[in-house]
């Protein structure tokens, strides 16, 4: 069962990066530039929540 959780959140979390990164490509060149800082922000958002959520699980396993 953690397995099957923690191969969801990894598939999630890329489907939605990519999801992500094909909305901000789609943008005109003076927003682009606007839009940069927002696109690297959301990444490490994704990043950080990615990281809690595996470390969550494994603790929840260890737990057990």
């Not at 099957?4 to 943008?27: N, P, R």
């Not at 490490?44 to 396993?61: C, K, N």
Request: aromatic residues 10%.
């Amino acid at each position: 069962m953690i397995k099957v959780a923690t191969i969801l959140i990894i598939i999630f979390t890329v489907l939605i990066l990519i999801g992500t990164l094909l909305v901000a490509g789609k943008s005109d060149s003076a927003y682009d530039k606007k839009a940069k800082n927002t696109t690297v922000t959301i990444f490490l958002i994704y990043i950080v929540v990615s990281i809690l959520a595996v470390a969550g699980i494994a603790l929840y396993v260890y737990m057990i």
